[in-house]
């Protein structure tokens, strides 16, 4: 299983951006489905979660500007970010929890796209 992170870019303050992250290979099902990120010089955070169902939530310093969706056949998840601040840049990162099987879960990780906020 592989998961293709894309979308990231240059912007200036106050754009927007949408990232896509695709999830490929033996796929038996899709649960949840996540969005991180690592600004320069610090830790990587959770940003937002979905599930399968649509259900979603939100580290507290993104809610309002950031919305996590999700395509069930497409094995897509995205992060629409509005409204970027200088502070958002960072790596961006998916990761996904996929079932291989009925009965085996694992966590996969894409590679991140970088997003750079310009102010």
């Known amino acids: 299983v592989q998961l293709q992170a894309s979308g990231g870019g240059l912007v200036q303050a106050g754009g927007s951006l949408r990232l896509s992250c695709v999830a490929s290979?033996?796929?038996?099902?899709?649960?949840?489905m996540y969005w991180h990120r690592q600004a320069p010089g610090k830790q990587r955070e959770l940003v937002a979660t979905?599930?399968?169902?649509?259900?979603?939530n939100y580290v507290d310093f993104v809610k309002g500007r950031f919305t996590i969706s999700r395509d069930n056949t497409k094995n897509t998840v995205y992060l629409q970010i509005n409204s970027l601040k200088p502070e958002d840049t960072a790596v961006y990162y998916c990761?996904?929890?996929?079932?291989?099987?009925?009965?085996?879960?694992?966590?996969?990780w894409g590679q991140g796209t970088l997003v750079t906020v310009s102010s």
């Open positions: 979905i599930d399968r169902n649509g259900r979603t």
């Open positions: 990761e996904a929890d996929v079932q291989v099987g009925p009965n085996y879960e694992y966590k996969y």
């Open positions: 290979g033996d796929i038996y099902k899709i649960n949840n």
